[in-house]
């Protein structure tokens, strides 16, 4: 199973913040990668496909970039709703996996 | 309007099976290119992805939990059905399905997901 490492596995910020979180894949995924934004009993959102594409409905300050092993995910501005748990996810090959999650905390 | 919600039971004990359906609407699993999966997360823990079931009638497990799983459809009633044998605490999770459609822009992402179901496996 592909593994897909990010970093870091927190972050503090404040609001207008301009943060990035990483993932790394254990091997080469083309740009076969998504990222979703989790919170506490809400379903899951689906933010950035194909590594970076912005998913319909999801505001512009968050982009996505990368390809091969090496992804990125910015969001420009933190705005108060941004805060949450994000993870990216693999689809180039079977078993779908995930990254272990990156919590981002308002500082 | 697409949705999907999980139900079945929040509690269950050690070794017993697990039954969670998924119920949804706005779109149907004969649309080509259309699948329905199930995701979990314990708490605290990374998401883990379980099992898809494809609008051909065609599976996909995860190889770490296949033995114990078995996914199904039920394409009048618009449901996804998942059955996790021999439950241990170690799966008490909120256990979430999610949508896929091949042919939208997003393709083999989940681009709709329930809310999720928590389960606890405890005596």
């Known amino acids: 199973a592909i593994q897909m490492t990010q970093s870091p596995s927190s972050l503090s910020a404040f609001v207008g913040d301009r943060v990035t979180i990483t993932c790394r894949a254990s091997q080469g995924i083309r740009s076969d990668l998504g990222w979703y934004q989790v919170k506490p009993g809400k379903a899951p959102n689906l933010l950035i496909y194909a590594a970076s594409t912005l998913q319909s409905g999801v505001p512009s300050r968050f982009s996505g970039s990368g390809s091969g092993t090496d992804f990125t995910l910015t969001i420009s501005s933190l705005q108060p709703e941004d805060f949450a748990t994000y993870y990216c996810q693999q689809d180039y090959n079977y078993p779908i996996t995930f990254g272990q999650g990156t919590r981002l905390e308002i500082k | 309007q697409i949705t999907l919600k999980e139900s079945g039971p929040t509690l269950v004990k050690p070794t017993q099976t697990l039954t969670l359906t998924c119920t949804f609407s706005?779109?149907?699993?004969?649309?080509?290119?259309?699948?329905v999966g199930w995701v979990r997360q314990p708490p605290g823990k990374a998401l883990e992805w379980l099992a898809l079931v494809y609008w051909s009638d065609g599976e996909r497990y995860n190889p770490s939990l296949q033995s114990r799983l078995t996914i199904t459809k039920d394409t009048s009633k618009n449901q996804v059905v998942l059955t996790m044998t021999n439950m241990d605490p170690a799966d008490t999770a909120t256990y979430y399905c999610?949508?896929?459609?091949?042919?939208?822009?997003?393709?083999?992402?989940?681009?709709?997901w329930g809310q999720g179901s928590l389960v606890t496996v405890s005596s």
């Open positions: 706005g779109f149907s699993l004969t649309t080509y290119g259309v699948s």
């Open positions: 999610a949508r896929r459609d091949s042919l939208s822009p997003s393709n083999h992402y989940f681009d709709y």
